[in-house]
């Protein structure tokens, strides 16, 4: 394994790590030799995770935590002080949007969006970044989506404007905390199959190739396709990266609105 990715000795922190695009994420920077603490609201699925990387020969401590508030992301920081006394690495995964037309969607909905995906993201930022700050040296990455720099419709009002805040905390906190050793960047990915996406597209057969109109390279994302990126920004690779508001998306967010997509048949060879 390159140096350069190599995460031996480092601690990471991964909310939402039961299932998903965070599972997916824990289990790559364990691969590279990282210590994890899990924090999942979903106890089963984030103790089968750490078990996972307990199985790997690394150090997993896993939590359930409610991201929207927070004494229990500072009771987890508690937890990550005694258990490993550092932090190196923190991904911000966990937070649900509720879905609601404008003119309709209720302001309690509207606020619990905000709490998951915007106020847990700042008290997780803020706990990982005075930790990070002291040691002189992190990494933090808040996933965004791409309905955070376009807008999506179909309901999302509540979501998009709460990613949208997570990219300018992403932003500021890059400018506040990159002098002290500290980089944040934002992964933005669009349609990512998960257990929420996969019921919606259940319900609504027709969903998926909407999504696939749009998507260049011709498939739903994974969440193993976070893999790679998230190995990158916990490393020495990554050295000179903050700010940085990076697409996860298949061509998505290249693709004029206008553009149309070159289809290949699937069961074709060539």
Same mark, same amino acid.
């Given at each position: ?11 990471? %922190? ?32 984030? @103790?089968?995770?750490? $078990? ?5 020969? +690394? ?11 927070? &004494? ?36 309690? &909905? ?13 008290? %997780?930022? @803020? ?7 002291? #040691? ?13 720099? /376009? ?16 990219? @300018?905390?992403? +932003?500021?906190?890059? /400018?506040?905390?990159? $002098? ?5 960047? $934002?992964?933005? !990915?669009? #349609? ?15 969903? @998926?190739? +909407?999504?696939? #109109?749009?998507? !260049? ?5 994974? !969440? ?12 020495? $690779? ?16 290249? %693709?004029?609105?206008?553009? /149309? ?10």
């Amino acid at each position: 394994m390159s140096s350069l990715f190599d995460l031996t000795g480092r601690v990471a %922190m991964v909310s939402g790590s039961a299932s998903g695009m965070g599972k997916a994420m824990s289990l790559a920077l364990a691969e590279h030799g990282a210590d994890l603490m899990l924090l999942d609201i979903n106890e089963v699925g984030v @103790q089968s995770t750490a $078990a996972s990387i307990r199985g790997m020969g +690394r150090k997993a401590i896993a939590v359930t935590c409610d991201v929207s508030r927070p &004494d229990s992301i500072r009771a987890t920081f508690a937890t990550l002080d005694k258990e490993f006394g550092r932090i190196d690495f923190l991904g911000n995964v966990a937070g649900e949007g509720c879905l609601g037309k404008p003119e309709e969607i209720s302001l309690d &909905d509207v606020e619990k969006t905000w709490r998951n995906l915007v106020y847990g993201r700042f008290c %997780m930022c @803020q706990e990982a970044g005075r930790r990070m700050i002291a #040691q002189r040296r992190g990494s933090i990455v808040n996933i965004g989506s791409l309905a955070s720099i /376009t807008a999506l419709g179909r309901s999302h009002i509540a979501y998009s404007m709460a990613m949208g805040a997570v990219v @300018q905390m992403t +932003r500021e906190l890059s /400018t506040e905390w990159s $002098a002290l050793g500290v980089r944040v960047n $934002a992964i933005l !990915p669009a #349609q990512v199959l998960n257990p929420g996406l996969e019921k919606r597209i259940e319900a609504d057969p027709a969903l @998926q190739d +909407r999504f696939l #109109q749009g998507i !260049p390279a011709g498939r739903l994302g994974h !969440p193993d396709d976070i893999r790679g990126l998230a190995v990158l920004l916990a490393s020495d $690779a990554s050295s000179w990266i903050t700010g940085a508001l990076i697409p996860m998306d298949g061509g998505n967010l290249a %693709m004029n609105g206008g553009g /149309t997509r070159r289809y290949v048949d699937p069961a074709s060879s060539t």
